[in-house]
Nanobody, 114 residues
Framework: QVRLVESGGALVQPGGSLTLSCAAS????????MGWYRQTPGKQRELVAT???????RYADSVKGRFSISRDNSVNMVWLQLNSLKPEDTAVYYC????????WGQGTQVTVSS
């Protein structure tokens, strides 16, 4: 069973940057395409970025050019670099396998506000 722990969320001003971290334990994630998701109250969880086992990344149109996903299989971690943040990026951010086959972690809150 995989345990996912997200961290790095904070309150930032519009235009600011953050780096979110996802630490996985219990299984090696190098065999899986991993993704970052976000959710706001009353809305469905949204997939914002994925990174394949060989490092190919894809992004939702809403974050393309501003967010960057990366991974290091040797330490079983995935990161999401958030740049040029906008108030509409405010959400709880989660990581998971692209088909959400792992149990969800607690997420990390990102709030973009002046």
């Amino acid at each position: 069973q995989v345990r996912l722990v997200e961290s790095g969320g904070a309150l930032v001003q519009p235009g600011g940057s953050l780096t979110l971290s996802c630490a996985a334990s219990g299984r090696f994630i190098r065999f899986y395409t991993m993704g970052w998701y976000r959710q706001t109250p009353g809305k469905q969880r949204e997939l914002v970025a994925t990174i394949s086992t060989d490092g190919v990344s894809r992004y939702a149109d809403s974050v393309k050019g501003r967010f960057s996903i990366s991974r290091d299989n040797s330490v079983n971690m995935v990161w999401l670099q958030l740049n040029s943040l906008k108030p509409e990026d405010t959400a709880v951010y989660y990581c998971n396998e692209e088909n959400t086959r792992f149990s969800w972690g607690q997420g990390t809150q990102v709030t973009v506000s002046s």
